[in-house]
């Protein structure tokens, strides 16, 4: 039992800066697949990735709307206050981007906004906005044009998964399950 719990406590001691810089090199990839992997890898080392913040917070601004969803999401995993702020910074310009004439890159803001959390709750009233026009979409170009119906489903229920995300509905005075089954 003691060699277990060493090895657990060793293994969550590991010192990954030499995996941070590695990725934080991605970041300035010539290939956006590249670059958005290395954000997600950053994210998922978390708070250890700190160093990566400042070449994160540069990615914000890259052309491609998957790199900088990628890098929005590993600042809230980093959550350092330095992130914090850059999060900040990027939520009306994310926000804006709602109103893109472009269905992919309303559907990358809306995606981005639900790593956000709590963070973006001023963006409900708008994400329930493109929910509702997305929904109306989906319908008007069921017959007519299948795929294009298909991409506003999308925007629409990546719309409300990250409402969920921002602000979940809390199922208070809920009553008891019934114990009977029929």
């Known amino acids: 039992w003691l060699?277990?719990?060493?090895?657990?406590l060793c293994s969550a001691c590991v010192d990954r800066s030499a995996e941070v810089e590695k990725e934080t090199k991605k970041l300035s990839d010539p290939s956006e697949v590249i670059r958005s992997r290395a954000a997600l890898q950053l994210a998922q080392i978390g708070p250890e990735a700190r160093a990566a913040v400042p070449m994160l917070i540069q990615t914000l601004n890259d052309k491609v709307?998957?790199?900088?969803?990628?890098?929005?999401?590993?600042?809230?995993?980093?959550?350092?206050?330095?992130a914090e702020a850059a999060l900040a910074n990027v939520l009306p310009s994310i926000i804006q981007a709602l109103a893109s004439d472009s269905l992919e890159t309303r559907l990358s803001a809306v995606e981005c906004l639900?790593?956000?959390?709590?963070?973006?709750?001023?963006?409900?009233?708008?994400?329930?906005?493109?929910?509702?026009v997305s929904t109306a979409k989906e319908k008007e170009y069921a017959e007519s044009n299948p795929e294009l119906s298909k991409w506003h489903r999308w925007v629409s229920e990546t719309a409300a998964f990250s409402i969920?995300?921002?602000?979940?509905?809390?199922?208070?005075n809920l009553p008891p399950a019934s114990s009977s089954t029929r």
Request: no cysteine; charged share 20%.
């Open 3 to 8: 060699l277990i719990i060493a090895f657990v």
């Open 164 to 172: 969920q995300k921002i602000k979940p509905i809390q199922f208070k």
């Open 65 to 82: 709307w998957m790199v900088r969803n990628s890098s929005v999401y590993a600042l809230g995993r980093i959550g350092t206050a330095e």
């Open 114 to 132: 639900g790593y956000f959390g709590s963070r973006a709750e001023p963006a409900v009233p708008t994400l329930l906005r493109v929910m509702e």
